[in-house]
Every structure is written in C-alpha cells, then in structure tokens.
C-alpha cells in the first residue's frame, strides 16, 4: 500500500498557524509523503523534522502544481491556510485548487481545526 500524501499551503498571515499546527503535529504527519509550495515549505523545513517537498511558491505556479496533483490522484488532501482578510493577486490559481479538491471530492481544509480533523483517525 502506498503512502498518501498530503499537500500544506499558507498564506503569509497563516504561516505561523501551519508551523504550529504541524510542530502539535508531527508524529501524525510523519505517515504521509508531504508537499508544500515553496515559501511554505521552506518555513516548516526549517523548524520541523520532517521531509517535505518543496514546489513552487504559490503566487508563481506552487497552487496550480498541487491542483495538477490533486486532479491527477496524488494528493490525498490539501491543508491551504487561508487568510480570509488578506488580497491575494493569484486569487485564480487559489480558487482553482478549491474547484479542482471539491470536483475530485479530496479533503480541503483552511484552518487548523479542520486540518486535525482530517488527519484523525477517523478521517484520513
């Protein structure tokens, strides 16, 4: 059986979030190959033991990478935390990931407590 992955976005406003969700985290999240876009994954690659793929950052092509993924089968789900408040220019490429994760029915989850839930036992 193969090891699922599970792809980890932030904004900037939520990077601290996505840090702390996934150092609270890490013994859960060592199941599964993990991906981020660029900015994101540096971040956690630097405080967290953990083997993360890095892509592109989000604003230059990171989302559309991991939406390309999710509708290929590769990416079980996607932790996108969402910063409702702030403007993002590649507001396209976020809102097509959210098309491309609910069209291939793969969790979505833009805030931490939804994250959890996702990666319980119950769920994923």
């Not at 060592?30 to 993360?52: M, P």
């Not at 999710?70 to 996108?80: I, N, Q, T």
């Not at 408040?85 to 098309?99: F, S, V, W, Y």
């Amino acid at each position: 059986m193969s090891t699922k992955t599970v792809a980890l976005i932030a904004h900037d406003g939520k990077k601290d979030d996505m840090i702390a969700f996934v150092q609270a985290n890490t013994n859960v999240l060592r199941r599964y190959n993990l991906v981020a876009t660029s900015t994101t994954g540096s971040r956690l690659h630097e405080v967290c033991d953990l083997q993360i793929e890095r892509l592109l950052s989000g604003p230059l092509g990171g989302d559309a990478q991991i939406a390309a993924q999710v509708a290929e089968g590769l990416v079980a789900a996607v932790f996108f935390f969402i910063d409702p408040l702030g403007k993002h220019p590649h507001d396209p490429d976020i809102q097509t990931l959210m098309r491309i994760c609910n069209a291939h029915n793969v969790p979505l989850a833009t805030n931490p407590a939804t994250a959890a839930f996702v990666i319980s036992e119950k769920a994923l």
